[in-house]
């Protein structure tokens, strides 16, 4: 392959990587869930926080792509399982965001309001604001079948297609550092009213997104059953 063809190739895989990966990271949906979490900070600690998210985001993505594969396999599991357990744990966020209109999490909320606002925020980082609500089960399923699918015995195509995903994967965490940082001017814009309205709708939205990749990882382990008989 001559250089006008791997510019193509590459050019190509990066649009693909980008693409399939836009939907299951949702940046701009996922911002308006997370933006809770961010209401007591000021610009500067959102800042400090957004960076540490989008840091996270990329490295476990880059872990992914490199040595997810090796994981698995080493723990004998496979990408349905993952699906699976992922979508559940996505369920669990979306159901305890649509239930935070519960008297006592209201109350507890409001009593420990400077503790959250300086403490525990920093333990939600990765946990669960970086995975699984910014980059969970479905990255990695994308991840996993994005990078399987352009394995190469030539080095050269192996390296072109890894570094086509590493840009694909780079585009999504700069548009989650943007919209992350930036989504409580869009709040302030529509107004508090709405923004309780977009919260719930949005939540509503996230658990059934854990619904369908928990199906996904079903339906996948049915057909692997149903194959394998």
């Known amino acids: 392959m001559n250089l006008a063809a791997h510019l193509d190739t590459f050019i190509h895989l990066a649009l693909i990587g980008f693409v399939a990966l836009f939907p299951v990271v949702n940046p701009l949906g996922t911002a308006f869930i997370i933006s809770p979490y961010f209401s007591e900070l000021s610009r500067k600690e959102r800042l400090k926080a957004v960076k540490k998210i989008t840091f996270n985001a990329l490295a476990l993505c880059a872990f992914t792509l490199f040595l997810g594969h090796w994981i698995l396999q080493l723990f004998g ?25 519960n ?19 920093e333990n939600k980082l990765f946990y669960p604001i970086t995975f699984p609500m910014t980059t969970g089960a479905g990255t990695i399923a994308v991840l996993f079948t994005l990078s399987a699918h352009g394995a190469n015995k030539d080095m050269t195509l192996y390296l072109l297609n890894v570094a086509a995903l590493l840009v694909s994967i780079i585009g999504i965490c700069v548009l989650i550092f943007i919209f992350y940082l930036n989504t409580n001017r869009v709040i302030r814009y529509i107004g508090s009213h709405n923004e309780v309205i977009i919260n719930r709708i949005m939540a509503f939205l996230i658990f059934c997104v854990g619904l369908q ?12 059953m149903s194959a394998s008989t």
């Open 103 to 121: 008297p006592d999490t209201k109350k507890e909320a409001e009593t420990d309001e400077s503790e959250i606002a300086d403490h525990s925020i």
């Open 213 to 224: 990749i928990a199906y996904g990882g079903i339906t996948n382990l049915v057909h692997a």
């Open 77 to 101: 599991l496979s990408i349905p399982i993952i699906q699976l357990a992922g979508g559940i744990m996505i369920c669990k966020i979306g159901w305890e965001s649509l239930a935070a209109d």
